[in-house]
């Protein structure tokens, strides 16, 4: 069972890309993806999709803490929406994951038992050091840093030095070039705790997937990271 944690619907003229529920779809049947984790703005994108397709889309609430009806807007998304988590964007919204603005949202997500994905891997906001104090705060929220670490070498070691230290950390495989470093992160992380991922359509489940298979997994490890690891983890 695959199951995407990590994907966009829209369109995007900066990255020249764009996909609807349709050809997402599409994709996932090709690479017999089971269900996709979608995130996208506005938030009714992903309403529409997981309305459409239940079966298929998994929608998590994009919340930005500057805005006031954050919380309420989560609230809505847990309760009648039937989303399953939270995006936060600390790069685009210009906010540290461990600034006080952010527990409002961290206290809900708590209360409900859903987890929280943040992209994390770009200077000044959305580094993985940052990732800890806010962990260690909130102790019983599951925390998945999207990209663990993005292109950078020291954020990507930064990032997997994190979740060792910190059991609520979890480690989502997208846009992160290295296979070697999903390996050491099952290893040394925990092999319950690494996630794959696609960032459709910035990225692709082609070569997303082909990198979970090249980092040298064992067959049971590579089932825990493509799929199952995220079923348990979103109660699905
Ligand atoms: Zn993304």
Not at 27 to 42: A, N, T
Not at 142 to 149: A, E, F, K, S, Y
Request: aromatic share 8%; charged share 20%.
């Amino acid at each position: 069972m695959i199951v995407d944690s990590h994907t966009h619907l829209g369109v995007f003229p900066l990255f020249n890309v764009k996909l609807d529920v349709n050809e997402m779809l599409e994709i996932m049947k090709k690479h017999k993806i089971e269900k996709s984790v979608v995130f996208s703005l506005p938030n009714e994108l992903t309403l529409q999709a997981v309305e459409k397709y239940p079966q298929k889309i998994i929608g998590f609430i994009w919340l930005n803490p500057h805005k006031k009806d954050s919380v309420q807007l989560l609230e809505k998304a847990v309760t009648k929406w039937n989303f399953k988590g939270i995006k936060m964007h600390p790069l685009i919204d210009s906010f540290l994951p461990d600034q006080p603005i952010t527990h409002p949202i961290m206290e809900k997500a708590e209360k409900y038992r859903i987890p929280v994905l943040f992209h994390c891997g770009h200077p000044p906001w959305s580094l993985p050091w940052h990732f800890k104090n806010l962990a260690d705060s909130f102790p019983n929220v599951n925390i998945i840093l999207g990209h663990m670490g993005h292109g950078h070498i020291v954020y990507i070691n930064g990032a997997i030095e994190v979740a060792k230290k910190c059991d609520n950390i979890f480690l989502e495989t997208s846009g992160m070039p290295m296979h070697s470093k999903i390996k050491e992160a099952v290893l040394t992380v925990g092999e319950e705790r690494v996630l794959y991922g696609s960032d459709m359509p910035f990225g692709h489940p082609a070569f997303e997937i082909k990198k979970v298979e090249t980092a040298g997994l064992s067959e049971h490890q590579l089932e825990l990271v493509l799929g199952l690891n995220a079923k348990k983890l979103l109660q699905i």
